[in-house]
């Protein structure tokens, strides 16, 4: 459609075409931008994205483990710990059943773990079957066999592996069969079982008889998201028995822990005694209560 502005011959004379032409073609891009601008700012106010509530939010992540407040957790004697457990392992094979502690760390996440191997004042199991990687006629293959291990050779024990039978519970390289295997190719099968001998966790050693007669009746333990777990008795141990090696492996995870760097920081900060179908209990460091029940009460299967 054609305008329908009309202009005065003696003011067209003084007008610019240019002048002319923008009267002609409506409003100026400027006042169409600031149109534009408007409207767009209407709509964002009408869809505007509403913001994610605050459990939504990411929240900052921790860097050491969570550690609860002993202050309001419910704590037993160790007397009381015990009988709670024996009543339910009630119905159950005693041999089948054990006590375990764990030991509660006051770490940071991606900090050294703590792992080692200790042999109790009550050792827990001793029945376990030990195998060394020596040559077989050597002096320290009979070491071996006279201090106790159930298996020892080289060339056997690598195709026994390499077939599935892997009929023992710990294993034990002598320091000149080191080379044979890590070329027997066993790592990949023995390392998943923490099986694979290493420098590292004392099982590549020199003295095999020594170290074989340590092991027998000794257990592993390893640091598994700030706690460590271990067996810690039978269930026909007495209180004292019990006691003693809480001690003991309280004693020697501060010594693990006094062993790493200054700069780390890694305290116990709660013990806990559970069993093998049971409950773990909190324990407050006492062996008896006021109301506890003598200890021969729960000293007998």
Known sequence: MASTTRYCPSCLSHTSPNTLLRRAQGPTPFI?????????????????????????KRKKQRTTFLEPDMREAIQF???DAMRYLRAA????????????????????????????????PHPVKTDLRICVIAPPDSAAAKAATAAGASIVGEESVFDAVKEGRIDFDRCICHQ??????????????????????SAKTG??????GASVREMVGASEYRERLGVVRMAIGQLGFTPEEVQRNIRAFIE???????????????????????STNG????????MRGAASVPTRDVSTV
């Open 176 to 197: 000149d069969s080191l080379p044979k295997l890590a070329k027997a190719g066993v790592a990949r099968i023995l390392g998943p079982r923490q099986l694979m001998p």
């Open 32 to 56: 169409n931008q600031q149109i534009r601008t408007a409207a767009q700012s209407q709509n964002a106010q009408k869809y505007k994205r509403k913001d994610q509530p605050a459990s939504q």
């Open 252 to 274: 020697g995870i501060k010594r693990d822990i006094a062993g790493l760097s200054d700069r780390i920081s890694k305290d116990i900060h709660e013990v806990v005694l559970s």
């Open 77 to 79: 004697p160790l007397v």
């Open 203 to 208: 099982t590549v050693v020199k003295d095999v």
């Open 89 to 120: 392992e009630v119905g159950r094979p005693p041999t089948s059943s054990k006590y375990e502690i764990h030991l509660r760390l006051k770490t940071l996440k991606n900090g050294p773990v703590v792992r080692n191997r200790m042999r109790l």
């Open 279 to 286: 409950p773990g209990l909190s324990l407050n460091g006492e």
